[in-house]
């Protein structure tokens, strides 16, 4: 979609997309189990990058020893990391993200840390993430507001943690006709705990929480690139 099939000479890329984590209270909780079984699923689909779309942790108090954690887990994968806050997470002056900043434990990770939103050309793939940091969870904040146009030579993921189609007063909001006028070849949303395809062009979907009370179904996204043919976006449970 970003650019003609002849012209298309990007590398295949696979990237994991998950959010909403909620990691926070325990080591071996069924939050941390999760989490070791999406970067379980990274190595083993040998991605090329990983992308955490909001909500890694659970709440702005959570514990040295869990972010520690979470940067042994990911040098297990070892490859680049892209990482929005969502509303849990939100990166104001409190934030977990201000008091352990996981860049300094882990060193191929990539913080969408810009309010008005950054871009990152990921190493070693051609894959580019942009995303705006949350800094307030409110009706203000558009997790979509001034996103750039795709570049033909990479595959262009835009990530956003908010509410698609969210009635008039709710926070963060997500509207289909910001979905329509996107240009990228994939959208990968946090903020909903349950995995669903929110709109087809582009291709956007919310991962759902690796883990969430209640359910058995948990898993991640596999998003494949591959030039001259549609992305493949595919909900992959984490209990097998
Ligand atoms: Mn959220």
């Known amino acids: 979609?970003?650019?003609?099939?002849a012209s298309d000479m990007r590398k295949?890329?696979?990237?994991?997309?998950?959010?909403?984590?909620?990691?926070?209270?325990?080591l071996d909780g069924p939050e941390q189990q999760a989490f070791s079984s999406v970067v379980d699923l990274a190595i083993k689909r040998d991605a090329d990058a990983l992308l955490i779309a909001g909500d890694l942790f659970d709440h702005n108090r959570v514990k040295p020893e869990i972010v520690h954690w979470v940067a042994s887990e990911l040098n297990r994968y070892s490859g680049p990391v892209v990482l929005l806050v969502g509303n849990h997470?939100?990166?104001?002056?409190?934030?977990?993200?201000?008091?352990?900043?996981?860049?300094?434990?882990?060193?191929?990770?990539?913080?969408?840390?810009?309010?008005?939103?950054?871009?990152?050309?990921?190493?070693?793939?051609?894959?580019?993430v942009w995303g705006r940091a949350m800094v307030e969870h409110a009706p203000e904040f558009q997790p979509l507001l001034n996103a750039p146009k795709a570049r033909p030579d990479k595959w262009n993921v835009i990530a956003a943690h908010g509410l698609v189609n969210a009635e008039a007063g709710r926070s963060s909001p997500i509207y289909t006709h910001e979905l329509n006028e996107l240009s990228a070849d994939y959208v990968a949303l946090g903020h909903v705990h349950v995995h669903s395809v929110v709109h087809e062009n582009p291709l956007t979907m919310y991962s759902g929480a690796p883990y969430h009370w209640g359910s058995d179904k948990t898993g991640c996204i596999i998003v494949d690139f591959v030039p001259n043919e549609p992305v493949q976006a595919e909900w992959t449970s984490l209990n097998e």
Do not use: W
């Open 12 to 26: 295949p890329a696979t990237l994991v997309h998950t959010s909403d984590c909620h990691l926070d209270k325990t």
């Open 89 to 128: 997470d939100v990166f104001h002056e409190s934030s977990v993200h201000n008091k352990h900043d996981l860049r300094d434990l882990y060193e191929h990770l990539y913080m969408l840390d810009q309010p008005d939103g950054s871009i990152f050309d990921l190493p070693g793939t051609e894959i580019s």
């Open 1 to 5: 979609m970003t650019s003609s099939p």
